[in-house]
């Protein structure tokens, strides 16, 4: 069975400070790994998402995560904080490369950014 | 193109009633999940349709909840007989090869 860990339900950053959520998977498959924003009232908006190809992936917005096999982690940082990123972001992990197989979601964690 | 397509965007519903949440895919898009969010929690999967057919509906409960997407029209939540526990955000999402897009949801209240 797979499973998502996200460390810190809120975290709050400066705005043009570091963002970096945590995520930790589990996973007895090589896993397909998602990052999604869910802006308050909102559905949720696909950030990125790491489907075995380069480690280090790119999103909207200015996000990115790498995946760490060995430390079993799927991170998203952004270098600088902007007041609009405050939202809750939800990693989320699948055993195959997405399509018609359901998304296993983290608890998610809400950002506050603080002018 | 429009995108997913999910009505009412909230419902209030006392105890006992009836709800019907309504969503339509993307054009183009046969498959259907539906996800629940309770309060301070993340997405949990309900059931994966395709057209006519309940493909996985290993997270639905096993009373009141029913789904279906016929060959015509949306893919209809229903969930008979609400309690407040019931009361939550439904999620929709239809999906292509590679990606999963998210309705706005329906936020049902059971009063």
């Known amino acids: 069975a797979q499973s998502v860990t996200q460390l810190g339900s809120h975290v709050s950053v400066s705005e043009g400070a570091l963002v970096l959520l945590r995520c930790n998977y589990s996973s007895s498959v090589p896993p397909y790994l998602f990052w999604y924003v869910q802006y308050p009232n909102q559905g949720l908006q696909l950030l990125l998402k790491?489907?075995?190809?380069?480690?280090l992936v790119k999103g909207i917005n200015g996000f990115e995560a790498e995946f760490k096999k060995s430390e079993t982690s799927f991170h998203l940082t952004k270098p600088s904080a902007h007041m609009s990123d405050a939202a809750e972001y939800f990693c989320a992990v699948t055993d195959t490369n997405f399509g018609n197989e359901k998304l296993t979601f983290g608890t998610g964690t809400r950002l506050t950014i603080i002018p | 193109n429009a995108g997913v397509m999910q009505n009412p965007r909230h419902l209030v519903r006392r105890r006992g009633q009836e709800a019907r949440l309504r969503c339509s895919p993307m054009k183009g898009h046969s498959h259907v999940y539906w996800y629940r969010q309770l309060p301070e929690e993340g997405l949990k999967f309900m059931v994966y349709l395709q057209k006519e057919n309940i493909i996985d509906e290993s997270g639905m409960p096993k009373e009141r909840f029913s789904a279906e997407f016929p060959k015509e029209g949306p893919s209809i939540l229903r969930i008979q007989q609400v309690v407040r526990g019931d009361s939550a955000a439904y999620f929709c999402a239809s999906t292509t090869d590679t990606e999963a897009f998210f309705g706005q949801g329906t936020r049902l209240t059971v009063v």
């Open positions: 790491y489907t075995s190809a380069a480690t």
